[in-house]
């Protein structure tokens, strides 16, 4: 069994950026894939970024390439989201999972965090 926490959401204005921290506890991340989904209000979550348990490949969903950027410290247990330019579509609760599998596709990710909120204010 992995828990994971997320950390770093708030409040920011336009063109800030923030941190996100998932802490996992229970296991260790190390052997999986790791990933970022967010569900902005009145929509269905969606994947942000993912990466593969030795950081090789990342990938970020192409609206926000450039701008955000999934990282991970397996010796801390820990996986990141950096969050640049921020813009009042970003907000979100954004959610860390740990998969078996490495790709976009929710269903493929069976542990979850509760979500952080992140709100972008104009």
């Known amino acids: 069994q992995v828990y994971l926490g997320e950390t770093g959401g708030g409040l920011v204005q336009a063109g800030g950026s923030l941190r996100l921290s998932c802490a996992a506890s229970?296991?260790?991340?190390?052997?999986?894939?790791m990933a970022w989904f967010r569900q902005r209000p009145g929509k269905e979550r969606e994947f942000v970024a993912a990466?593969?348990?030795?950081?090789?490949?990342?990938n970020v969903t192409n609206s926000l390439k450039g701008r955000f950027t999934i990282s991970r410290d397996n010796a801390k247990n820990m996986v990141y989201l950096e969050m640049n330019n921020l813009n009042p579509g970003d907000t979100a609760v954004y959610y860390c999972?740990?998969?078996?599998?490495?790709?976009?596709?929710?269903?493929?990710?069976?542990?979850w965090g509760q979500g952080t909120q992140v709100t972008v204010s104009s």
């Open positions: 229970g296991g260790s991340i190390s052997t999986r894939p």
């Open positions: 990466i593969t348990l030795n950081s090789v490949i990342t």
């Open positions: 999972a740990a998969g078996p599998l490495y790709g976009p596709i929710a269903t493929t990710y069976d542990y």
